[in-house]
């Protein structure tokens, strides 16, 4: 099914309900768009969790050396 949306003169346009039901989208969520020509692939991704990522980093120290950084360039 095909959904239609009109661009407003701020460059933003309105996400059918439908479209937003069906990718789990609410007020507040992040969407990500990827150009794929002349189109766009829209998707909810979420939020970055600064001390998960800050968790994770640290257990990655254990790669962090010049012979890592030279196998992996």
Not at 11 to 39: F, H
Not at 55 to 72: C, G, K, M, R
């Amino acid at each position: 099914m095909q959904y239609i949306s009109k661009l407003s003169t701020k460059g933003q346009v309105t996400i059918p309900a439908n479209i937003r039901k069906a990718i789990g989208i609410e007020p507040g969520d992040l969407i990500s768009y990827e150009l794929q020509g002349k189109s766009i692939k829209l998707k909810r991704i979420e939020p970055f969790d600064a001390a998960y990522h800050t968790s994770v980093s640290e257990t990655l120290e254990e790669w962090n050396s010049p012979e890592d950084e030279e196998a992996f360039s």
